[in-house]
């Protein structure tokens, strides 16, 4: 993800805009809820790199199950299966705690089972004993965790909101899920499913969430203030040569805010260097096999090769 996941709430942009046009706030001309739209607008023109990446497991029940409240995209889903519980019954006074920095070993230690990220909720951990495998982590309490050793692919299909990235919608599974109002449709009656899904720009209390980056700030303050100044035009204001000002530098505070957004971090660098290498490699196989050399064939019984031949009298004859 090239973009930072710090946001704030649209009544936090609102209160920059209105310190700015401090006089036309006294004066009633600044209402609101005539802008929400405009910052829900720019969220949409950033792109769904701006969305927090979540992922949790829902409970299907008679076929059905409630999608979380902040869900906007889902990337993709897995059906649970086996599973094993870890639990440590508590004596005396408990206190949790977490640490937030991850455990690295000391030079020449053998890590056992260290991963780059805690897990408060769900999370997905590269099993121990440096294996090929991986296991999904739930914690279901504070002293109980459940652990998955298998799940498999689930489809998606007939999705009514745009993805961001689902591989299982061509996948061949036999289980099937569709997402209708909230609620994942399933072809089973009951299970747990793993989605990994883009979480929607909103807080916990309701309230509009925008990117809090310096030049991603600037495009939406602008953009609130381009609309203020319509709105106060059509009302018989004369502010053209504001709106004009404000315009232009409008343009500029998209552009800086788009090339931020749409810059690659070093693993979308890194894939794409990854990828370049592969395709290099390839066109120098192609152009190997366009000029590969002469292979020796066997004919008539003599192993005839691309420089030497032999004559009747069986001494070589590169003329011949």
């Known amino acids: 993800m090239g973009v930072s996941h710090k946001y704030r709430t649209f009544t936090q942009l609102m209160e920059d805009v209105t310190i700015d046009f ?11 809820q005539q802008l929400i739209k405009v910052a829900t607008r720019i969220n949409y023109e950033l792109g769904l790199k701006i969305h927090r990446t979540k992922e949790t497991i829902i409970d299907v029940e008679h076929g059905r199950a409630q999608l979380p409240r902040d869900f906007a995209y889902i990337n993709y889903a897995f059906l649970c299966g086996e599973y094993h519980i870890n639990a440590t019954m508590p004596s005396g006074t408990h206190v949790e705690t977490f640490n937030d920095v991850p455990y690295v070993p000391a030079p020449g230690e053998v890590s056992t089972c260290s991963t780059d990220k805690k897990c408060n909720d769900v999370c997905v951990v590269k099993t121990c004993e ?13 002293n109980q965790y459940r652990t998955y050793s298998t799940w498999t692919e689930l489809k998606i299909q007939d999705i ?4 961001c990235f689902c591989p299982d919608l061509a996948a061949q599974a036999p289980d099937i899920a569709q997402i209708v109002d909230g609620f994942l449709i ?29 030049l991603c700030n600037e495009y939406y303050e602008y953009a609130l203030k381009q609309r203020i100044l319509e709105n106060m035009i ?9 709106l004009q000002l404000i315009e232009t530098r409008l343009r500029a505070a998209r552009n800086n805010a788009l090339s931020f957004v749409n810059t690659p971090d070093f693993a979308e660098m890194q894939k794409v260097f990854t990828m370049n290498r592969r395709a290099q490699y390839h066109n120098y196989y192609n152009m190997f096999l366009s000029y590969a050399p002469y292979n020796p064939r066997l004919h008539h019984g003599l192993n005839i090769s691309s420089n030497t031949s032999h004559s009747s009298d069986g001494s070589n004859c590169s003329t011949c």
Not at 23 to 31: D, M, N, R, T, V
Not at 130 to 142: A, C, E, G, T
Not at 187 to 213: H, T
């Open 130 to 142: 440096d294996k090929n495998s991986y296991q999904l982590v739930q914690r279901i309490s504070p």
């Open 234 to 242: 059509w009302q018989g204001e004369q502010m053209s040569a504001q």
């Open 186 to 214: 399933t072809n089973f009656n009951s299970g747990r499913v793993y989605i990994s899904y883009q979480g929607a720009m909103e807080s916990a209390d309701g309230d509009l969430l925008v990117l809090d980056q310096p």
């Open 160 to 163: 009514n909101q745009k993805s």
């Open 22 to 32: 401090s006089s036309y706030a006294l004066e009633g001309l600044i209402e609101p």
